[in-house]
């Protein structure tokens, strides 16, 4: 007779188990995902064996190559440098801190009484790290296959959203990819002037493509007013 454990009245182990219905995977070592999901806090706390920090690093890393996998497949005309930008605007901490928000990771993660009642549930940085986690315990879990597997049911929304635009919200990589392909140099930008106070400044930015290709934009940071003189150098080239 097999005996049927109840897990209805667990909320912990409710979690669990509705995370792995969310990855699409279902873990063969439960001590893998424990750990995956044990803030340091809360290991100082309750003198637990293990936390995510080890997890996180390698998860890094398996993020990294399955990411940098995937941009060098489907963007096979864009230089390095290009490829890179790509990368980052689905890696960033706050795409994946955004992620991990849809899987509701921090109603699973292990915090620290101290961390917790300081929001550390909804930290970005904690829901970035937990994710990675993941990712690296799942790579030692089921191998590549498996997280490989899971990291394209996550990002396919991602991805395909780089394929149809990949340049969208992006004036400035997509003014260097233009750069480096056409004129084999990267765009230089120049603050001209600063105005304003402190708190309420206004910035004029000038980039340059070469000797002959130059545009100017303002903004209240100098991002954005990097952003408006690649928009604006980006017409000027008739590129869209």
């Known amino acids: 007779m097999t005996l049927m454990l109840n897990t209805s009245n667990d909320p912990l182990m409710q979690n669990r188990l509705e995370l792995q219905k969310s990855l699409g995977y279902e873990f063969k070592s439960s001590d893998l995902l424990e750990s995956a999901l044990t803030h340091r806090s809360y290991r100082f706390e309750n003198n637990t064996e293990t936390d995510n920090q080890r997890l996180e690093f390698l998860g890094d890393s398996v993020l990294g190559f399955l990411l940098a996998d995937r941009v060098f497949r489907g963007y096979v005309e864009h230089p390095e440098g290009m490829l890179t930008v790509l990368r980052a605007s689905v890696a960033s901490g706050v795409a994946l801190a955004c992620k991990a928000r849809s899987l509701h990771l921090g109603d699973a993660l292990l915090l620290g009484n101290g961390e917790r009642t300081t929001g550390g549930q909804n930290r970005e940085s904690n829901l970035a790290d937990m994710f990675e986690a993941l990712l690296g315990a799942i790579y030692l879990d089921g191998g590549i296959e498996a997280v490989s597997n899971v990291f394209d049911n996550l990002f396919a929304e991602e991805l395909s959203a780089l394929k149809d635009d990949p340049w969208s919200d992006n004036p400035k990589g997509h003014l260097q990819s233009i750069a480096q392909k056409d004129y084999q140099v990267d765009p230089v ?52």
């Open 189 to 240: 930008y120049e603050t001209l002037e600063e105005t304003g106070p402190k708190h309420c400044s206004r910035f004029r930015v000038r980039v340059s493509v070469g000797e002959a290709l130059k545009a100017e934009g303002t903004g209240g940071t100098k991002r954005a007013a990097q952003s408006v003189a690649a928009t604006a150098l980006l017409k000027e080239m008739e590129i869209k």
